[in-house]
């Protein structure tokens, strides 16, 4: 059973704080991806990742960057948290040659103050 | 880019009847249609998937169609039951390739009435 691990379920912040989000899979998937899912907006993709080292802008990647230094885990970083920021972040994973469907982490419940 | 256009944003059904949720799609490259369910509090998870060289899929009450011409695909669910209550996301392949991700839907909360 593949397995898609968000490392906060929930996280308080303060504005301007540099903060990261981890992600790890354990199923050596080629893809992971970070999305945010707002009430009424459904998910919007922020980056993705196809390998190692390698990463690519989703729809709304302005405040964001990502890591990716080894296969199985995929960071997010807000360079400097704004109220903006607030949402629930989910990271998925999908294998290479597809596409395939995702299999997400449990989310992570981010609030700016 | 991809835009994914998804209704109704609420759909309201009496136990054992049939919910129909549909979907456009703008980009003519996009080739895999997946659908998901989120219950609340919980991950969203693959419920049933089709590709662009497949019109109809069926697992068990589930169905999906496709119609590439129109650019619309539509998720069935027959007979319903409690536990289909849920929030329901269409997504589509960016740019026609696995590794460039999906785009959603922006969902449809289904309600199943007693």
């Known amino acids: 059973d593949v397995k898609v691990t968000q490392s906060s379920r929930y996280l308080v912040k303060r504005t301007g704080e540099k903060v990261f989000l981890e992600c790890v899979q354990d199923?050596?998937?080629?893809?992971m991806f970070w999305y945010r899912q707002d009430p009424g907006l459904g998910l919007r993709l922020i980056y993705f990742s196809y390998d190692v080292k390698m990463k690519e802008k989703g729809d709304i990647p302005e405040g964001y960057s990502v890591s990716r230094e080894k296969k199985e885990r995929f960071s997010l970083i807000l360079e400097s948290a704004s109220t903006n920021q607030t949402s629930m972040y989910l990271c998925?994973?999908?294998?290479?040659?597809?596409?395939?469907?995702?299999?997400f982490g449990s989310g992570t419940r981010l609030t700016v103050v | 880019g991809e835009n994914v256009e998804q209704h109704p944003s609420t759909l309201s059904v009496q136990e054992g009847d049939s919910a129909v949720i549909k979907c456009t799609y703008s980009?003519?490259?996009?080739?895999?249609f997946p659908w998901y369910k989120q219950e609340l509090g919980k991950r969203p998870q693959l419920i049933i998937d089709i590709r662009s060289n497949v019109g109809e899929k069926k697992d068990q009450r589930i169905a999906v169609t496709l119609n590439k011409t129109a650019k619309h695909f539509s998720l069935h669910i027959t007979e319903t039951q409690p536990e289909d209550s849920a929030v329901y996301f269409c997504a589509a392949s960016r740019r026609g390739g696995g590794a460039d991700g999906l785009t959603f839907g922006k969902g449809t909360h289904l309600i199943i009435q007693p």
């Open positions: 980009d003519s490259a996009s080739n895999y």
């Open positions: 199923m050596d998937h080629e893809n």
């Open positions: 998925a994973s999908s294998t290479g040659g597809g596409p395939y469907g995702y299999t």
